[in-house]
């Protein structure tokens, strides 16, 4: 079946250090959407950015990342880490584009602490 | 802005007993999920439904009903709560259309 793999359980940094948080993916469908969302503490999950494109960069919060449908991979990336972008990161994949049903899969996180 | 509100945000019960998890959603969204989040697991899928009356199975169902009364109202039902399901319990809506999951602020259950 259809799985999401973050290998990182935790990733911790020191402030303006590059950020990159691995998601690689396995489906039958060749239409696969990528996710990821981002969980601060005391709030909700929500979506950071997402993508079917391949090849294709997607950015959003100064965060980017490109869906490589050769390697199945998703990978989140930032130049450089805040304070602030301590949080929770899932990456989440659906088999269908905006069909019925978006029943997403989601890997178990990454929890990226950020350090001064 | 899309709204979801999960009630209660907090609830403690013992074993065997019987908790209810409210969700409403007010964007007009056909799909509501309802998901557990455990550390080492991630998000995982309960039940979800695409409309009122309606009712998918989800990953992990076991232990656990579902009903969706309208549009608008998703509940979780523990009848017989066991301490294995202590968690962080979040409710979602999508639409049809839009992929994209909105979450509700999540309910803290603790079953002693």
């Known amino acids: 079946g259809d799985s999401v793999t973050q290998k990182e359980g935790l990733v911790t940094l020191t402030e303006g250090l590059p950020v990159m948080l691995n998601c690689t993916y396995q489906t039958i469908y060749s239409n696969a959407f990528l996710f990821w969302y981002v969980h601060y503490l005391n709030e909700s999950p929500r979506l950071l950015l997402k993508?079917?494109?391949?090849?294709k960069r997607t950015e959003h919060q100064g965060f980017h990342a490109t869906l490589h449908k050769s390697s199945s991979s998703f990978h989140l990336q930032k130049s450089s880490a805040q304070l602030s972008d301590s949080a929770l990161y899932y990456c989440?994949?659906?088999?269908?584009?905006?069909?019925?049903?978006?029943?997403?899969?989601f890997g178990i996180g990454t929890l990226l602490s950020v350090k001064p | 802005e899309a709204a979801v509100t999960q009630s209660p945000r907090n609830k403690v019960t013992v074993t065997g007993g019987n908790v209810t998890l409210s969700c409403r959603q007010t964007?007009?969204?056909?799909?509501m999920y309802w998901y557990r989040q455990d550390t080492g697991h991630g998000l995982r899928l309960i039940h979800y439904s695409y409309g009122a009356g309606n009712l998918q199975i989800g990953d992990v169902p076991d232990g656990y009903k579902a009903t969706r009364t309208t549009q608008e109202d998703f509940f979780l039902l523990l009848e017989l709560a066991s301490p294995s399901q202590t968690s962080l319990y979040f409710c979602?809506?999508?639409?049809?259309?839009?992929?994209?999951?909105?979450f509700g602020a999540g309910t803290r259950l603790s079953v002693l």
């Open positions: 989440a994949l659906s088999d269908r584009y905006g069909s019925s049903g978006n029943k997403l899969i």
């Open positions: 964007n007009s969204h056909n799909y």
């Open positions: 993508s079917s494109t391949d090849n």
């Open positions: 979602a809506s999508s639409s049809n259309s839009q992929n994209t999951l909105y």
